[in-house]
């Protein structure tokens, strides 16, 4: 346990003394989510009145990506390309805890984020109505899916890859994964693809949770496909060195 627990410590330390990590997690979800809040220049759905009702759902599911997946991917990648996953796997630490570490790591940021994103959001006007096991599940499936990406990438693909592959896949996900433009906008075979994405189902859950929309059973779905299948690939086709 104190191996696990230092290892943890020290990912976390990694994280926060990163800057493009700390932008990329917080700097980045506060600003979409202040700038669109206040300036009006983004479409909404018909059913919302207020920006902030449709974006503040969609900017945590955004700051769930960053961290389960780009964030996760890329530190991953370059501890792979540069042996230190080899070596650390070695020690008494083990595959086991250092894997525990890094899953540890991940729900840390996150609760971090929502601490900082939540009374940003009541702070624009945004009046939640929770329903805590929606909520909960759909950010435990979407974690896992983006997550299992994340590790298939850095286990996978040279260190540079996996940067660029990460952030272009997070920017792609950004404009067409319905966090902060509505599904509605995107043209007819571009929205269908859409719907499949991990991201698409889990803003549309996490909406329903927070209390705008409705969690469809296609939602549920096509995130738990993605929370089974990408954690299997992902095992299978790792490599450590």
């Not at 435990?140 to 990406?149: P, Y």
């Amino acid at each position: 346990m104190s191996a696990l627990l230092a290892q943890t410590r020290t990912e976390l330390r990694l994280n926060l003394r990163n800057g493009e990590q700390l932008l990329l997690t917080l700097g980045i979800p506060v600003l979409l989510l202040v700038f669109f809040s206040l300036v009006e220049v983004l479409p909404l759905p018909d059913d919302v009145a207020e920006p902030i009702d449709f974006l503040a759902p969609g900017v945590l599911a955004l700051a769930v990506l960053s961290t389960a997946f780009t964030g996760l991917a890329i530190a991953t990648g370059f501890d792979r390309q540069y042996g230190v996953l080899k070596r650390l796997g070695a020690t008494p630490l083990g595959r086991g805890r250092l894997l525990a570490a890094k899953t540890a790591t991940v729900v840390v940021i996150e609760l971090v984020q929502v601490a900082v994103l939540v009374p940003v959001a009541l702070l624009l006007g945004w009046e939640p109505s929770i329903d805590p096991l929606t909520v909960l599940a759909a950010v435990v499936l979407a974690t896992i899916a983006f997550a299992g990406v994340a590790m298939l990438m850095a286990g996978t693909l040279p260190g540079l890859v996996v940067l660029a592959a990460a952030n272009g896949i997070y920017v792609l996900l950004l404009l067409v994964g319905d966090l902060v433009i509505p599904l509605d906008e995107l043209p007819g075979a571009l929205r269908s693809a859409a719907q499949l994405l991990p991201t698409a189902a889990f803003a549309e859950l996490l909406r329903a949770g927070l209390g705008d929309g409705e969690a469809t059973a296609p939602a549920w779905i096509v995130l738990g496909a993605w929370a089974v299948a990408a954690p299997v690939v992902a095992a299978r086709a790792f490599r450590w060195e």
